[in-house]
């Protein structure tokens, strides 16, 4: 049995797979800069300004693309950042070792065939790409019905400063999950009930994704509220944040001399921000991003 067990687990080898350098250019403008830009944005005025550059209708998600929760209180289940991308397929490997669980002396070698497959096969490489500010987006379309995504593993991404989740689906553990207030932009009718083991596999890290109908590349801007979900081409990325942001700017100006003629109190949506010259000096960019 045991050399049975050896001859089924020898082909279950690591993926050779590659990391691709974004085809774009930034003209400098770094992934810090853009975080701050957009920090607070909302997908309309981020849509409007993809339109002004003659993008209209890009990089905008389905509408089933919508957030686990929201909380309209304190906007904490808006998400924007930076895309580190990863693409999960389903396995063409062997579900099981092809082992009576029932006898007790196979128990290990499972465990093994479970680890290396959690390791080897179907492992997170992309984890070493998250920073602060990153959105991390999945496209794991179709894989098995796998929960690639669960109530741990996205605290640990958390921690290491992803600010939300995009995925295709494939997310599971979601009372935990809200209850954690982890933000995630997912096609719930898509989610994931079992484990990676004997259903998924790692496909690329750092390559171009189509999440939501939408092509993501690794480095671009990716902005969600209760809107939806949409993908901000990084060539144009600082000049779309300026101008969603000249007009975040604007329209909190109109609808803060509402609320105090209809006597609303003040909430976070008409929260006074730096005005936009100012903000843009500060991050080297451009006084007036309608310019060319």
Known sequence: MKKLILALLLPFVGHAFTV??????????????LVELYDGARVADVVDGLATLGYGGVGVMDPKMAP???DVADMSHRISGVAVTARYGPTNRPMHP??????????????????????EISPEPFAEHIKPGTVLVIDNQ?????????????????????VGLVSAGGVRDIDEIILQRNPVYTDYYDRGRGERIGRNEIIDVQRPVVVGGALVYPGDVIVADLDGV?????????????????ELVDDIAGRRELYEE??????????????????FERLGLPADPNVP
């Open 68 to 70: 686990l929760w929201d």
């Open 230 to 246: 949409v993908v901000v081409p990084r060539r144009v990325a600082a000049r779309v944040g300026q101008i969603a942001y000249q």
């Open 20 to 33: 691709a350098s974004p085809p774009y250019d930034d003209h400098g403008v770094s992934d810090e800069v």
């Open 262 to 279: 209809l006597g609303l109190p003040m909430d976070e949506t008409v929260r006074i921000r730096e005005q936009p010259e100012a903000f």
């Open 98 to 119: 092809g082992v009576d669980l029932t006898d007790p002396a196979n128990y290990e070698e499972y465990r093994q065939w479970r680890g290396h497959w959690y390791n």
């Open 142 to 162: 179709g894989d098995n019905d796998a929960g690639s995504t669960g109530s741990k593993n996205i605290m640990d991404w958390t921690d290491r400063g992803m």
